[in-house]
């Protein structure tokens, strides 16, 4: 999914977000692949195509690593995060990323991502 189609799909989910305990356990758990999907593209855009799962070593980047063994409010199963992870692999490989977009007032700068729909 490009980052264009995730902002559809959370929108598109009632509840969302901005009122979490309302909604249904599907809808939690569609909400949490969005944004663990969110959080592979943030690591492609920061790192490259591999950066997210190393399937020799069979390790996540300690980010999904982490959403992995929190099972909190945005819990999603290893297994799944692999699949995601693959997914999201397929669609960035069509995608490009510019570099330093944006300065924050501390002076860091920041990457996006250009996907095919957009470009």
Not at 18 to 27: E, F, L, P, R, V
Not at 39 to 58: H, L, R, T, V
Not at 66 to 83: L, S
């Amino acid at each position: 999914m490009t980052g264009k189609q995730i902002r559809l799909a959370m929108d598109a989910i009632p509840h969302g977000f901005k009122d979490y305990n309302s909604a249904t356990k599907k809808q939690k758990r569609e909400y949490a692949e969005l944004s663990c999907r969110e959080m592979i593209n943030s690591i492609m855009i920061y790192g490259n195509i591999n950066s997210p799962y190393n399937e020799k070593e069979d390790k996540l980047d300690r980010y999904l690593e982490e959403r992995w063994q929190e099972r909190g409010m945005f819990y999603v199963p290893r297994k799944r995060i692999i699949e995601l992870v693959k997914e999201q692999q397929a669609d960035f490989a069509k995608a490009g990323v510019k570099s330093g977009v944006y300065t924050d007032y501390e002076g860091c700068t920041y990457n996006t991502c250009v996907w095919a729909d957009e470009m």
